[in-house]
């Protein structure tokens, strides 16, 4: 009787099963690769601090800001985010210990690091909340008549939270409309510092 070998067994990739497995993870690998890397951009707009107002001198508590940041997307949900904001000036007031009223200038700026993380609600739109600390710096300024007397600054470790709305124009660019808020103090003024402001943002 003729010997009849046995077929060899068809390679695991060839199965219909195993190629559509070996499919799906190529194509998470390459949807992860393309998630993860480098993001650049900057905002701007109204700001608003809380200073002390005094009856000598006239108070503001509106300016505007400027910021600059850098992003490490680590995946499509994920990043981490350094930053550098201006927060502009506002014009206010204090009180010595001995009672004597003074009023000046209070300019703000600070560095910062926040995680953040990024829901995609719909196409080409995501919402973003963000949370990390900043070293707030603030620089007060005498106005007249102690406009002669050095300014002050003071350097304090703040909570910076933020909040956003993204509409994607290409995978690379996004325009958005971003809120952060911290902390700032100087003297005995301490308050919120609030921003509000469109942002534009380029991911590698």
Not at 41 to 68: H, M, N, T, Y
Not at 122 to 136: E, F, H, K
Request: with cysteine.
């Amino acid at each position: 009787m003729p010997h009849h070998r046995p077929k060899p067994a068809a390679p695991l990739a060839s199965h219909p099963a195993a190629r559509r497995l070996l499919a799906a993870l190529a194509l998470t690998g390459a949807t992860a690769a393309n998630a993860a890397g480098f993001g650049i951009g900057i905002a701007a707009g109204p700001d608003r601090g809380r200073v002390d107002c005094v009856a000598s001198f006239a108070c503001d508590r509106s300016s505007a800001f400027a910021k600059l940041f850098a992003a490490y997307r680590f995946d499509d949900a994920f990043d981490m985010q350094a930053v550098y904001f201006d927060g502009g000036s506002f014009r206010g007031g204090d009180t010595a210990p001995l009672g004597t009223e003074f009023g000046g200038r209070f300019k703000v700026n600070g560095l910062g690091l926040t995680a953040g993380y990024r829901w995609s609600f719909a196409p080409s739109w995501s919402l973003s909340a963000r949370a990390g600390l900043a070293s707030v710096r603030t620089r007060f300024e005498y106005a007249a008549p102690f406009d002669g007397i050095a300014s002050v600054s003071r350097t304090t470790t703040q909570p910076l939270l933020g909040a956003g709305v993204a509409y994607a124009v290409t995978p690379q660019v996004r325009f958005g409309l971003d809120y952060d808020v911290t902390r700032f103090k100087v003297h005995t003024t301490r308050g919120p510092l609030q921003m509000l402001g469109l942002s534009a943002q380029y991911s590698f």
